[in-house]
Structure formats: structure tokens, C-alpha cells
């Protein structure tokens, strides 16, 4: 239920980010001013849409697969080939929060600026990498719970 929350909050960063990209079209163009912060700014948006949207994708079960042999398997031989590819998946996301976070509290600990003119803080974007590794991971420990349930049983939870 929060992967589907937040999966319905980031759709609303497109309309963030495309509204911003329409005021440095307004700026660039009608004022000949161009602004220092759109192109950096739209990034940011982006990189946090992209993070905190992987337990969004997961729940929804759309990330990719070989759909060529996958299809081909029943629910429950599906569900026994994911636990084995879930041991990928944890060392995966482990690493990711794991390292992500380094890089967020080294961001922190450093006040890190970007080496643009603007300099906006870096360190609550870096965070985002360790934030939305946390949210597949708890979604993906929900995905291994439904794929044990229905290995073991050939039953599907509600």
C-alpha cells in the first residue's frame, strides 16, 4: 500500500518537472533570460522520481523479465525460479543502500555543494538513492513472502 502511494505522488513530479521546463521556455525565450537552475533542477526531480519509484514498479511487478521463458512456467514454478533470483535481488539492494549511504553521509558530512554556478546542496538527492533502495527492499521482502506462500502451497495470497 505505501509503494502505491508514493508510485501515485512521483507521477505528479512529470507535472513538477514539466512545468519548470515550460517556465525556462518562457524565460529563455520571451525575456531572453535563461535561468541557472532549470537544467539541474529537472535532474533532481528526475533522480528522486526514479529512486523512490523502484517499489512502485516492483509491486506492479513491471520491471524487466525474459517473458519468453517466464510466461511459459505456471504461477507456481514462476514463484519458485523468483526465490532463487531474489538472493540477486537482496545482494543487489543491500549494496545499493549500503553504498548509497555511504555516499549520502560523506554528501553531509562534507556539506557538498554541486559544482555548478547555482550550488545547490547535493546531499538530500544523494539521500534519495538509500531512501528508495529501502522502499523496494521492503517490497521486495513482500514479493518473497507471497512467492514462498506460493511455492509451498501452489496458492496465492489475497
Given at each position: 500500500?505505501m509503494?502505491?502511494?508514493?508510485?501515485?505522488?512521483?507521477?505528479?513530479?512529470?507535472?513538477v518537472?514539466?512545468?519548470?521546463?515550460?517556465?525556462e521556455?518562457?524565460?529563455?525565450y520571451?525575456?531572453r533570460?535563461?535561468?541557472?537552475?532549470?537544467?539541474?533542477t529537472?535532474?533532481?526531480?528526475?533522480?528522486?522520481?526514479?529512486?523512490?519509484s523502484?517499489?512502485?514498479t516492483?509491486?506492479h511487478?513491471t520491471?524487466?523479465?525474459?517473458?519468453?521463458?517466464?510466461?511459459?512456467?505456471?504461477?507456481?514454478?514462476?514463484a519458485?525460479?523468483?526465490?532463487?533470483?531474489?538472493?540477486?535481488?537482496?545482494?543487489?539492494?543491500?549494496?545499493?543502500?549500503?553504498?548509497?549511504g555511504?555516499?549520502?553521509?560523506?554528501?553531509i558530512?562534507?556539506?557538498?555543494h554541486?559544482n555548478?554556478?547555482?550550488?545547490?546542496?547535493?546531499?538530500?538527492?544523494?539521500?534519495?538513492?538509500?531512501?528508495?533502495a529501502?522502499?523496494?527492499?521492503?517490497?521486495?521482502?513482500?514479493k518473497?513472502a507471497?512467492?514462498?506462500v506460493?511455492?509451498?502451497?501452489?496458492?496465492?495470497?489475497?
Amino acid at each position: 500500500m505505501m509503494s502505491e502511494w508514493i508510485g501515485r505522488l512521483l507521477c505528479w513530479f512529470v507535472v513538477v518537472m514539466f512545468l519548470i521546463i515550460c517556465f525556462e521556455i518562457f524565460m529563455r525565450y520571451i525575456f531572453r533570460m535563461p535561468t541557472l537552475w532549470v537544467h539541474e533542477t529537472t535532474g533532481f526531480v528526475l533522480c528522486i522520481a526514479v529512486m523512490l519509484s523502484g517499489g512502485f514498479t516492483l509491486y506492479h511487478n513491471t520491471h524487466v523479465n525474459v517473458e519468453i521463458f517466464y510466461t511459459r512456467l505456471s504461477p507456481r514454478k514462476r514463484a519458485i525460479l523468483d526465490l532463487f533470483t531474489w538472493l540477486m535481488f537482496y545482494a543487489f539492494v543491500i549494496i545499493l543502500i549500503w553504498q548509497g549511504g555511504e555516499l549520502a553521509r560523506l554528501s553531509i558530512a562534507r556539506n557538498e555543494h554541486s559544482n555548478t554556478y547555482w550550488r545547490p546542496i547535493m546531499w538530500p538527492f544523494k539521500l534519495m538513492v538509500p531512501i528508495g533502495a529501502v522502499f523496494i527492499l521492503l517490497q521486495g521482502l513482500a514479493k518473497t513472502a507471497r512467492d514462498l506462500v506460493l511455492a509451498i502451497t501452489g496458492k496465492e495470497l489475497a
